[in-house]
């Protein structure tokens, strides 16, 4: 669980893991992307947000996800699903329900068009289901090996539920931290039908819409601090990223963290440690300390949030640092994932 | 310059056509897009516009595009600013300015980070000068020889301007077709550099913003009917387009359409009809005859504009058909290209 030194990259190149959401990603973030697309800010440019507030218009949040998972289909999921679920729930963790989505294919020529419907069906139904209409799109055909079947890109609009503004950048001294039900699954899952890994069949994604599950925080209104869905880098990057942005210290507790054991088991033969792994369908939350039941019983009342535990609070300390007290009652700093072992899960 | 027929197509797999904007593209989406995202609807969804409305505000609209051109770079333009300009003339279309962008990055493991940078450097520069921010996006990058380098998906949200409301449907009999500048320029470039057609090289791609253009148009309000970028399947596509949705025909005349000398000699070499080529950079609108004169001074007040002219109008005759009136006085109707010939332009 130590974290690895940096290898020695070879920095004029993009490597797989600048795109797995950990420490990797956030340096192109910082120094290469940001930088081009708002010169003069060379530093921070604000909390990093899963959804962006609309400029002039504070109740519409915008977000978009490319989504690039091999395989196309996996245990409980597919592309197409996820692509509407990730989305629905970056707007979600800013405290809105999703309005209208937009889909964007990037197709390999070639792929058989029985696979594409398959997908394109999936992805319909999953935006039925969470009550948001596709408005507009886009298809792109290329050639032949020159991109792996399909990659979609989705991008969401959302209004806020009245009442709800989580930040990143909200989290407090003495806040509850929150997670809405079990880790690890969705990454899991894909590796494992990837790696071949039969024997952990029973594995399935956990790739379901959160926005259901967020309206329900509503009568917490503002004490409904931070909330974000943990896909890539996992719990360990959410959890750094708002200790980060917020400029506050989070405690979790490894007793109360809620592993499946099939989970822990692939985690432990694939060598990943499940508080990097991408889940699809969990959110955390960071509430103030004296709604944190409250919150509690609103998200059980859900199947979604059936399983939600405490798994931590906001205590005293450096700000940005995120610390895990062990099963044996040590504290161990939890760092963001080097982000290299975990390519295309999403 | 007589539509080829259809070939033999292996029709269970996606074909590099289906994504060229000509008969295979409106095939693929009426018969296997829009069916699976709408179920229930089997027969046309409505018109298919550059931008939809949001639902519930219709002084909103929302476009994505994704952009697969190769090469990244290219005479007159690259992928980046191509991705800003293509998404704000969506939004322009609906006579929208442009409110705010997201933009999500699949890269190709390997990719120079140089090269990354100078696009996004070049996408910021574009979208500074249309006076958009970006306000979120997205980086996934997957292993080599599973993309070409780069795909860029930018997803636009814009206002409309007070008044102006164009939609592929609302062209009326008698409305003039007006154009804003020459054709053919931005797919005959991008091509030239990738057949290596040296002595090509002085054709530059049109690739520039719209939203001025269109704004300048505002006085006219609602005597704007239809605006649209003849961009994948070129002006041919835009015109069938226009004349399905509205269910008007429309004539053009070829004495008057523009075509740069270049680009005729650069399409006579490639075996291309300038009309099926794409543009990035003008607009075809219709517009009530007696606003004709109006708007085409309007349009000319501006440099993207200077060029413009009118090319033909709204006349009696069969729905959904064009008609090009020829140099030596002979109608012929100009079809959809079926879009085999032009991939990974935009
Ligand atoms: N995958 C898709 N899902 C939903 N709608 C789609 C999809 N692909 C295209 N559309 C819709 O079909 C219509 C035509 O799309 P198209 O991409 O040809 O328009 P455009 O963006 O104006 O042209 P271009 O992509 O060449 O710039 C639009 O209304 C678009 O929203
Ligand atoms: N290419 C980019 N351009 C602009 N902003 C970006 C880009 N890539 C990421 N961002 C911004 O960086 C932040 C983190 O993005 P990230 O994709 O990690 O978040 P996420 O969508 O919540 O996670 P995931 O993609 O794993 O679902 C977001 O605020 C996002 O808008
Ligand atoms: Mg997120
Ligand atoms: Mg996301
Ligand atoms: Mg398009
Ligand atoms: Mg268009
Ligand atoms: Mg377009
Ligand atoms: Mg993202």
Redesign the interface.
């Known amino acids: 669980m130590i974290g690895c030194p940096l290898p020695h990259v070879e920095?004029?190149?993009?490597?797989?893991?600048?795109?797995?959401g950990g420490r990797l990603?956030a340096e192109?973030?910082d120094t290469?992307?940001l930088p081009?697309?708002?010169?003069g800010s060379t530093t921070a440019t604000g909390p990093l947000?899963d959804?962006?507030?609309?400029?002039?218009d504070d109740g519409?949040v915008?977000?978009?996800?490319?989504?690039?998972v091999?395989p196309l289909f996996f245990p409980g999921g597919d592309i197409g699903a996820l692509a509407v679920h990730g989305t629905v729930n970056d707007l979600a963790m800013r405290g809105a329900q999703p309005?209208?989505l937009?889909?964007?294919?990037?197709?390999?020529?070639?792929?058989?068009?029985?696979e594409?419907?398959a997908v394109?069906?999936s992805?319909?139904a999953a935006?039925r289901d969470a009550g948001v209409?596709?408005?507009?799109?886009?298809?792109?055909?290329?050639?032949r090996?020159?991109?792996?079947k399909l990659?979609i890109?989705t991008?969401g609009?959302g209004r806020r539920v009245a009442g709800l503004s989580p930040s990143a950048a909200h989290a407090r001294p003495g806040d509850a931290v929150l997670l809405s039900g079990p880790i690890g699954a969705h990454g899991t899952a894909v590796l494992s039908v990837r790696e071949n890994l039969g024997f952990v069949s029973d594995v399935v994604s956990d790739t379901r819409p959160l926005h259901r599950l967020v309206r329900e925080l509503a009568p917490l209104g503002a004490d409904v601090h931070a909330l974000r869905d943990p896909t890539r880098g996992g719990l360990a990057a959410s959890l750094n990223e708002i200790a980060r942005d917020s400029r506050v210290q989070v405690e979790i507790d490894e007793r109360v963290l809620p592993v499946p054991a099939p989970v822990a088991a692939a985690c432990d033969l694939l060598g990943l440690d499940p508080l990097h792994v991408a889940n699809e369908g969990c959110l955390v939350a960071f509430v103030g300390r004296d709604s944190a039941a409250r919150a509690l019983r609103l998200m059980r009342s859900l199947p979604e949030g059936a399983h939600a535990v405490r798994i931590g609070e906001v205590t005293e300390g450096p700000p940005g640092r995120v610390v895990l007290r062990t099963l044996v009652g040590a504290r161990r700093i939890v760092d963001l994932p080097l982000g290299e072992q975990l390519?295309?899960i999403c």
Chains 1, 2 share one sequence.
């Open positions: 920095d004029d190149r993009v490597l797989l893991g600048h795109g797995a990603s192109l973030l290469l992307v081009a697309l708002t010169p947000e959804a962006a507030v609309l400029p002039g519409l915008l977000t978009t996800d490319g989504f690039v091999s309005l209208a937009t889909v964007a294919l990037v197709v390999e020529e070639g792929l058989r068009l029985s594409l419907g394109l069906a992805l319909g935006a209409p596709v408005v507009a799109g886009d298809t792109k055909v290329v050639n090996g020159q991109a792996d990659f890109t991008t609009v390519p295309r």
